[in-house]
C-alpha cells in the first residue's frame, strides 16, 4: 500500500461570499475530505479583485497551507509586502523578474516536502514569459527537492492547459486549472502519472456569472460598454479537487472533482 497524501485544491475564493463559506466551513470540508494539504486560489477574494493581508491571514487560519493566485494579485496594494515575506502565498511564477512576489514554494507536512507551483497562461491574458520553458525550469529545480509537485496554471484557454499538462507530464503530480471560474468534467490521470482538470471552478456565489453580479454582466453583453462587475452576494458553492498522491513517486492515483453548497 503506497502512503498516501491527500491535496485538497479550491478555485478562486470570490469576494466575501466566498470568503465567509471557507472561514466558515474550510475544516469541516478538510475533515469529510480527510485531507492532509489545501491549496486555495486567493485572486479574487478581495471584492473579487485581488487579496488582502487580512483575508489571507483568515484563510490560513481557515485550514489553508497555500494560497495560490493569478492575474488580479496586485489589484490589492497593501497585499505587496506580504507577497515578498510570505512563504505561502504565490503569484505566477513567470511575470517578468522584479514584480512583486514569487511563483513557488516548498512545505513540509504530513511527512512529506510538497511543492506548489504557480503559472500563468498567455492565451487572453498578457504576453508573458512561456509557461512551458518556466514550468520545465522550475520543476527541473524542485524536482532536487521533492518529487510532490502541484501546479496551479492560472490560464483562459482550454489547449494551453491540456498541452502543458501533458508536456509536465511524470514531471508534475497535478496540474489544476484556475481563472475561468468554471468547472470542467475532464479530470484524468495522465499516461505519465500526473493528474489533470481544465478547471476546478470557484469558490463563489453559485447563482452569478462566474461570481459577479448577473444583471450587470448580461449588460455588459448587451452593450459591450466596460461595466465594473461586482461580486454576487448570493448562497456559494465551494468547488476544486481533492487529489490522492502517492508520496514515493510523487504520482496521482486519483482526481476527484468537489461541488460544496456552503451552509452559510
Ligand atoms: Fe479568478
Known amino acids: 500500500m503506497p502512503s498516501i497524501l ?20 474550510l475544516k469541516k470540508l478538510i475533515k469529510t475530505t480527510k485531507s492532509d494539504f489545501v491549496v486555495v486560489n486567493g485572486e479574487n477574494a478581495a471584492d473579487g479583485y ?101 501546479l496551479d496554471f492560472h ?3 482550454p489547449e494551453e492547459k491540456e498541452a502543458l499538462a501533458i508536456y509536465l507530464d511524470g514531471r508534475i503530480s497535478v496540474l489544476a486549472g484556475t481563472h475561468t471560474h468554471v468547472q470542467t468534467a475532464d479530470e484524468r490521470i495522465l499516461a505519465g502519472g500526473t493528474g489533470y482538470i481544465t478547471d476546478i471552478g470557484m469558490s463563489g456565489p453559485a447563482e452569478s456569472v462566474i461570481g459577479m453580479k448577473i444583471e450587470t454582466a448580461v449588460k455588459r453583453g448587451l452593450t459591450q460598454m466596460p461595466l465594473k462587475l461586482e461580486v454576487e452576494d448570493k448562497p456559494v458553492e465551494i468547488s476544486g479537487i481533492v487529489v490522492e498522491i502517492d508520496k514515493s513517486t510523487g504520482n496521482a492515483l486519483s482526481l476527484k472533482r468537489i461541488r460544496e453548497k456552503s451552509a452559510i
Open 50 to 150: 485581488g487579496l488582502t493581508p487580512e483575508l489571507a491571514e483568515g484563510l490560513f487560519q481557515s485550514g489553508v497551507d497555500v494560497i495560490t493566485s493569478g492575474n488580479h494579485i496586485w489589484q490589492k496594494k497593501e497585499i505587496y509586502p506580504l507577497l515578498e515575506s510570505e512563504n505561502r502565498i504565490l503569484r505566477p511564477e513567470n511575470y517578468p523578474n522584479g514584480v512583486p512576489g514569487k511563483g513557488h514554494c516548498i512545505l513540509e507536512k504530513s511527512g512529506a516536502k510538497i511543492a506548489v507551483l504557480n503559472l500563468e497562461g498567455r492565451v487572453y491574458l498578457s504576453n508573458i514569459r512561456c509557461p512551458f520553458r518556466v514550468g520545465r525550469e522550475i520543476t527541473t529545480r524542485l524536482q532536487n527537492t521533492t518529487n510532490i509537485i502541484i
Open 6 to 25: 491527500r491535496a485538497l485544491i479550491l478555485g478562486d475564493v470570490i469576494g466575501q461570499p466566498g470568503c465567509r463559506a471557507l472561514f466558515f466551513g
Open 155 to 157: 490560464a483562459e484557454w
